[in-house]
Every structure is written in C-alpha cells, then in structure tokens.
C-alpha cells in the first residue's frame, strides 16, 4: 500500500471575517499549516483550528509568512536576514506555544505565499528561514518545494524534510510556482487538478504546462485552503488517491 500526505493551509480567518472551510477541510486532509498570525490568523483562530485539527488526527505543522494582512502575504517585502530571522522565530513561537498548551507538538514547517516563492528563488532566503526554525524545534519536518533552492537549503541543513506538489498551481520550467498574476497560474476545476496531480504521480515528477517532467519524490501534496474551490478539490483527489491505492495519512 502506498503512502501520500495531503495538506492544506488553514487557520486564516481573522476576527468575524472567515476564510477557508476548515473543519470540513480537517475530514479529508491529514496535515494543517496553521496561520501564524501575520499573514493571516490570530490567536483565537489558530487555537479553535489546533483544536479541530487534534481532534480530527490531522498532523499540525506552523505556517509562517510575511506581515501583510491586507495583501495575505503574497506581496513581496525585502528584509535582512536578521529580520527574517526574527519574523519567522516569532511566529514559530506562537504556534509552538498553542499546541504545547494542548499536548502536542508541531510536525512540519512550511513558507507561506511570497516568502515561500523569494525562498525557493534564492538559496540565502531559503536557509536564514530554515535555520531560523530549526534554531527553535530542530526535529520540524521542512516542506520543500523540490528542486528549488527551497530542496537545496534544507538538504544542506541535514533537516528532514517532504516534498511538496500543489493540486491547484501550475509551475515553471525551473520548478517554481507560476506567478499569480499570470493566466492559468491557479487551477480552479476539481477534476483538472486531480488529472494534475495523478499525472505527476503518474510521471514521478512535476510536469510543466508545456510538458516537460523535473524527476522528484512526491511525499506531499498541498490545496491552498483559501480558494472556494478548495473542499471540492481536496474531497476529489482523496477519492482519486484512495481509488489510486494510495493510503492518505502524515509522515510519521
């Protein structure tokens, strides 16, 4: 029988405004990366999402990204390393200290948003973020985007890490995620992102728009939990999976 994670990004509401369908996510996925509370989220949400989360069994890893409410984190700020160190410490600590509160412990550590695409570019963003995070829990698994200087930095740091592909994103030929802004870039019909996904499975690797393959180990596949489309996508490809002879459960 073989074995995939999938994941979501969850934790995102803030105040009264909701984002993201969580608890129905928390039935189908088997690994959160909760909101830190810069980009997204705040205390009572990342709790209550801790919360459902346990109890569903799903894996709790910390989601860290910029501090942009109003952009959600997909803009693009420059910051020294000892800024981003503290950025990202800072927000660890929080989750860290949500889930000791509630007998448990982080599993994973994955970017958020344009932090995640500046650190799969660049191999010093990747590393201060990585060794930043490993300075305060050095048994996180790193949720890399493979190939990128995301691979490349957590491997130089001897973390353990998964490889990551995304249902809902198309990708360049170096393996980075097609910008946003760009037609095509986000997919948003269930059933195209589960011949993506199977397809990649299929070609043991991340295919490319114009069909190109990058061979990788796929041990991870993501639904960005803020889409609409999000459940539906996420509900699909667990039954493709299954269907598949995959069993959908985190890395232990």
């Known amino acids: 029988m073989k074995t995939i994670d999938l994941n979501a990004d969850m934790g995102e509401s803030f105040g009264p405004w909701v984002m993201g369908q969580d608890a129905a996510l928390l039935k189908i996925v088997s690994s959160a990366n909760i909101a830190c509370g810069f980009h997204a989220g705040d205390a009572d949400t990342m709790a209550r ?110 973390a353990a890490q998964s490889a990551e592909i ?8 170096d393996g980075t995620l097609t910008d946003r802004s760009l037609p095509g870039a986000v997919i948003h019909d269930p059933q195209v992102a589960v011949c993506h996904v199977l397809g990649m499975l299929a070609a043991g690797g991340i295919v490319t728009p114009q069909g190109d393959v990058l061979q990788t180990r796929i041990d991870t596949i993501c639904v960005h939990g803020d889409s609409a489309e999000a459940l539906d996508i996420a509900g699909q490809l667990s039954d493709a999976l299954q269907g598949q002879g995959y069993t959908i459960a985190a890395p232990r």
Request: hydrophobic share 50%; net charge positive; with cysteine.
């Open 49 to 158: 999402t801790m919360d459902l989360a346990l109890a569903a069994g799903v894996a709790l890893g910390a989601h860290p990204g910029f501090a942009d409410l109003q952009g959600f984190g997909r803009r693009r700020i420059k910051l020294s390393a000892a800024e981003l160190t503290n950025l990202v410490q800072y927000q660890l600590g929080a989750a860290m200290g949500m889930s000791a509160a509630r007998g448990a412990r982080l599993a994973h550590f994955k970017l958020h948003g344009a932090l995640a695409n500046m650190a799969s570019e660049d191999e010093g963003i990747a590393r201060t973020c990585y060794a930043a995070a490993l300075a305060v829990q050095p048994d996180l698994r790193l949720v890399v985007m493979p190939g990128t200087a995301l691979d490349r930095a957590a491997t130089a740091l001897g």
């Open 166 to 173: 995304f249902a809902d994103r198309t990708y360049n030929a």
